[in-house]
């Protein structure tokens, strides 16, 4: 759904984004500082547009959708 720089933001971001499926935040450290990706896996209730335009409008404007 998005990086953030700042941990609070992140969680925030993911908890909004839950009643779409499974969250999942990964940490990366880049240039001394800490990194945070939310990732969601859609479980069915909505669709993917649903779930962008919701990332969207909780903070993460960059939000977009990769397929396995």
Known sequence: AGSFDDAAEEKRVAAALKAFGRTEIQR????????????????GHGSVDDLLKAAWSH????????RD
Request: aromatic fraction near 12%; avoid cysteine.
């Open 28 to 43: 990366t450290e880049l240039d001394g500082d800490d990194w945070y990706a939310v990732n969601v896996y859609p479980d």
């Open 59 to 66: 903070g993460a404007p960059d939000a977009l959708v990769v």
